[in-house]
């Protein structure tokens, strides 16, 4: 058993920046990543981040864009957070060296941003990820940071007390790809979960294809509930071919928007009188799909993105990674000609549910960056507002994890305070098949209902590696079905029903293909015999986190009978403030998704975000 | 040798038992179910195979130090179908996913940004996601990275890579940080542009695997290590102090004068890093130093 005081999983921004903090706070921390840190799908991220740092903005302005951007349904105490912050973690990244795009003078550059009432993405070149992934992993290799990298984490250590609110995290169980070892990682102070989104859902992603929503998998079996996870973000331009991000910058610096009649249908069609291609992301997607629906879509699928007007200079300047994005991966020359694009999943506003200092219910659990919802994000994410998202709450949960006081939460977590019992009308019964102990699946907590409650911390993990064992034995030594099927059955299904747009049938359908898949796994095997290097064993639990978030995410789009952000009903074209004011919640409870609610929290510091029309 | 599509495998006999509870028939029945189920899925691809206009035919080289069949090096092939766009990591993940799941190489922004699937396709050290299937001679012959100790199949180990990118200090170092929390060191744009091309590398290794003399000398810093040292010596934000100590790092035994100019790092890597120019102007910075001290 391996033991430190903070272990972080995963190290993309958000994992990276909590273990830096958690180390200035004293900790003794250590990392445990799927993929070498450098390796992470941060290093993807184009477009920039938001920070009010010059004079004309503040972090008030941020902060009402960003509530009017998630329409109305990110918790005030975390966007007012967010947007406080970001400045001083920003500034802190171009005090570690990262090679911001600059001004004149000599400053770091801003530009214009979907949804944002002021330009005030800081970014550099298009390239802004990788320039923050990589910034932050030099300053984990001064610190001399321990990393377990190619270590795949595939169960939390968490006690099982009846409650969640009760229960305790003692650490994470994890693979050594190299070697197959299982051992046991056990945190004395916390466990900080930072393991990304979850599009490997869909077969249309924007995502990595290690973007797995592991950690909100592992969490949701664990206790913690999960919220929100319906609110999918389809970003309006990816590569048809591939599902490859061209950035927002594109539009930001002045890219236009044309359907096959050569229209600029963001205004010709009426879709956003004011702020045309500049509009927020939902409403671009769902404006390029009319178009394609309507039959002015070009070959049936997609429309074009034409930047050849911003000349040579600017776009060599500004978003020469696009050039060769758009020539390597669709084979077309953005100097010369227009760039085919359809929308593509691209994030998850939902995940673990945190506070704003990045804690769930169970103590000593943590989420921070994608897959944790604070709830700064709502119903649909601002463009540039997820990378301040890593280091604002990356930090905070690595302090917090690491013993800093930071003040009492505004947010609740758990069953606690106000909340309402919620029904879904499913189709087909919704959840685990196997019983609890199931080998298929990591058991989430223990499955003897309170036995672990009683253990040590080190037994606890002892305990959890044991059943760890027990299912990776399983696995590779029965025969059966390959996760590759499976998985590629659910991912065309939400693809198919739960996109950009979604109606109650085709979600029905979704839950039972889900269901069918849920059935096809349990005689999931592994067929690679060999404990080295085993991709397709971690390719086969991956899967069973899939599925799981494949049916929350159909689940909660099935309660939710409004229209709000990204989220799109073709029976419910309204959003319904007087009922749906509130955050959709799931908790597992021994296998079966329950769904409740907790209202959204709009009381910011000195003042209340009154709901309004989101227009642009 | 070929494998081809591989043989479809006959459905499980059931297993005769005495009196078989009720769990154990479920399970068996379960067990005829999947074995059906991949019967299908294999014969689907086979069908799609035989289907499609143009396959392709990869060779790729195979081993696994734990499993006997596969303990001595070898080729497979695969033939998959090709789509126009396809690229060697599609052709990859098809074969995969569809002929022998245990074929094993890292992958996963398939963007060129993560840098995790350089490999040796056709003689020359390419990212498999960002090689058009098309623009290659057939078969492709796919390889791990040479010069790198092989884990299994297309997997290496990057350990020796991961410490000479370590051993130039690769991080930020000043003395002088602005006052205020929020205000930023400045940097001129053209001192960032001096050093954009040399703070875009992925990590992924192709460079040192392409180098002669990195694979006779393994001390060698090598061309990605060089230029991560470069990316930090020529930004003015650094101070002149630091620059000093950076230049001595490069300069040691098995630094930059190793290089020997053969440009094979520059033209392999995959983001147009120009290696050589750097290593080329690190040179001249430190016989300048020298000139300075001497
Ligand atoms: C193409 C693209 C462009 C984007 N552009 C922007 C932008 O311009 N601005 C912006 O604000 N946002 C942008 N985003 C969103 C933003 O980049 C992501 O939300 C963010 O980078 C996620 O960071 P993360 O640290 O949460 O996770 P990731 O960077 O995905 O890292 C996840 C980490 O967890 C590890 N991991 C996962 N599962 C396990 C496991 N089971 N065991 C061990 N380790 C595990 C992985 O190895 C990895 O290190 C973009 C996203 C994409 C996909
Ligand atoms: S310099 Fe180029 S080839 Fe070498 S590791 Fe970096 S990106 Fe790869
Ligand atoms: S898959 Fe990331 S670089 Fe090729």
Redesign the interface.
């Known amino acids: 058993m391996y033991e430190h005081d903070v272990i972080v999983v995963g190290a993309g921004g958000a994992g990276l920046r909590a273990a830096i903090a958690a180390q200035e706070e004293g900790a003794d921390v250590a990392i445990v990543t799927k993929l070498h840190p450098v390796r992470s799908h941060t290093g993807a991220a184009e477009g920039g981040i938001n920070a009010a740092l010059r004079e004309g903005d503040s972090w008030k302005d941020h902060a009402y864009d960003t509530m009017k951007g998630s329409d109305y349904l990110g918790d005030a105490p975390a966007v007012e957070t967010l947007c406080k912050e970001s400045p001083r973690e920003t500034m802190q990244l171009e005090h570690w060296g990262m090679a911001f795009s600059r001004d004149e003078d000599g400053r770091v550059s801003q530009r214009p941003f979907g949804g944002l009432s002021f330009p005030r993405t800081t970014y550099a070149g298009a390239e802004t990820g990788h320039q923050l992934l990589h910034t932050m992993y030099e300053q984990l290799v001064k610190r001399g940071i321990e990393v377990y990298d190619e270590w795949y984490a595939t169960r939390l250590a968490v006690s099982d007390e009846e409650r969640p609110e009760d229960r305790r995290c003692h650490g994470v169980v994890a693979y050594d790809i190299q070697s197959g070892e299982i051992a046991g990682f056990r945190a004395r102070k916390g466990v900080v979960l930072a393991t990304g989104g979850p599009g490997q859902v869909y077969d249309h992603t924007t995502n990595a294809v290690s973007n797995t929503g592991d950690g909100v998998a592992m969490a949701y079996r664990a206790g913690a509930p999960i919220e929100d996870m319906e609110f999918i973000q389809f970003h309006p331009t990816t590569l048809p071919s591939t599902g490859v991000l061209i950035s927002e910058g594109v539009r930001g610096e002045g890219g236009i928007l044309y359907n096959e009649n050569g229209e600029r249908f963001m205004y010709e069609h009426g879709y956003a009188n004011n702020a045309g291609e500049l509009a927020s992301r939902d409403v671009v997607s769902r404006a390029e799909l009319t178009e394609v629906n309507q039959g002015r879509g070009i070959e049936d699928e997609y429309v074009h993105l034409d930047m050849r007007h911003l000349g040579e200079e600017r776009i060599i300047d500004r978003l020469e990674n696009i050039l060769h994005l758009a020539e390597d991966f669709e084979g077309v020359d953005g100097l010369e000609e227009p760039m085919p694009v359809k929308p593509g999943q691209h994030y998850a506003m939902g995940g673990v549910e945190t506070d704003e200092n990045g804690e769930t219910c169970i103590t000593g659990l943590y989420a921070a960056g994608e897959c944790a919802c604070a709830s700064v994000h709502g119903a649909n994410r601002l463009g540039g507002n997820a990378l301040p998202e890593l280091i604002v709450f990356g930090k905070r949960a690595g302090q917090h994890a690491a013993g800093r006081d930071l003040g009492t939460a505004r947010i609740e977590t758990g069953k606690r305070g106000e909340y309402e019992v919620g029904e879904v009308d499913t189709p087909v019964q919704p959840g685990e098949v196997g019983g609890p102990g199931d080998v298929a699946a990591d058991g989430g907590t223990a499955p003897d209902g309170g036995a672990t409650a009683e253990l040590t911390p080190d037994e606890c993990v002892e305990r959890a590696v044991t059943d760890e064992r027990t299912r990776v034995d399983a696995l590779m030594s029965r025969e059966g079905t390959n996760h590759a099927t499976i998985r590629a059955k659910v991912q065309k299904s939400m693809t198919r029903f739960v996109n950009v747009f979604r109606e109650e049938d085709g979600l029905k359908q979704a839950l039972r293909d889900i269901r069918e898949a849920r059935e096809a796994y349990q005689d999931v095997a592994v067929s690679d015999p060999s404990r080295t290097f085993n991709t397709d064993l971690i390719q086969t639990i991956e899967t069973r986190n899939i599925l799981d978030l494949a049916e929350a995410i159909t689940l909660g789009a099935l309660v939710r009978d409004e229209f709000r952000g990204a989220h799109w009903r073709a029976e419910h074209q309204e959003r319904k403030d007087e009922n749906w004011l509130k955050h959709t919640m799931l908790s597992w409870n021994e296998g079966t998704p329950e769904v409740w609610f907790r209202p959204v929290i709009l009381e910011g510091e000195d003042k209340t975000y009154e709901p309004k029309i989101r227009s642009y | 040798m070929s494998t081809q599509v591989p043989e479809t495998q006959e459905a ?1 006999p059931e297993a005769e038992e005495q009196a078989p509870s009720k769990g154990d028939q479920r399970r068996a029945e ?2 005829r ?3 059906a ?2 019967q299908e ?1 294999q014969e689907e691809a086979a069908e799609r195979a035989k289907e499609a206009e143009d396959t392709v035919e990869l060779k790729v080289f195979r081993y ?4 006997p069949e ?1 303990e001595k090096p070898r080729f497979d092939s695969f033939h998959v179908p090709f789509e126009k ?1 396809m690229t060697v990591l599609d052709a990859l993940m098809y074969a ?3 002929y022998d ?2 074929l ?2 890292r ?10 699937d350089a490999l040796f396709v056709n003689g020359r050290q390419r990212l498999g996601c ?1 090689t ?1 299937l098309s623009d290659l001679d057939e078969p492709v012959r796919v390889e791990p990275l040479p010069h790198q100790e092989v ?3 297309l ?1 290496v180990d ?1 350990e020796h890579f ?1 410490d000479q990118m ?1 051993a130039v ?4 170092q ?1 003395n002088e ?1 602005p006052d205020g ?9 053209e001192n ?1 542009e001096k ?2 091309m040399s ?2 590398c ?2 992924c290794g192709a460079c040192m695997s392409s180098c002669n003399i990195a694979a006779g000398d393994n001390q060698y810093l090598g061309p990605a290590a060089i230029n991560k040292a470069y990316r ?1 010596a020529m ?1 003015e ?2 101070g002149e102090d630091i620059k000093q100590q950076r230049l001595e790092i490069i300069e040691q035994e098995h630094g930059v004068w190793r290089c020997q100019t053969q440009f094979s790092c520059t033209e392999v890597c995959p983001k147009d890093i120009p290696l050589t120019e750097h290593i080329q102007e690190l040179k001249r910075e430190a016989v300048k130093n020298n000139l300075k001290f001497w």
């Open positions: 499980e379960r067990r179910k999947a074995a189920r991949e899925r696994d130090p734990e499993v596969k766009g995969r996913d569809t799941s245990s094993t190489f992958h996963s922004c398939r963007q060129a940004i993560c840098g995790s960002k058009q884990v299994k199949d997997v990057m991961y370590e200090e690769p991080y930020f000043t940080l929390e929020l205000d930023e060191q400045r940097q001129t744009r960032r050093i954009k703070t875009r992925i990590w930090f930004d934000r650094e």
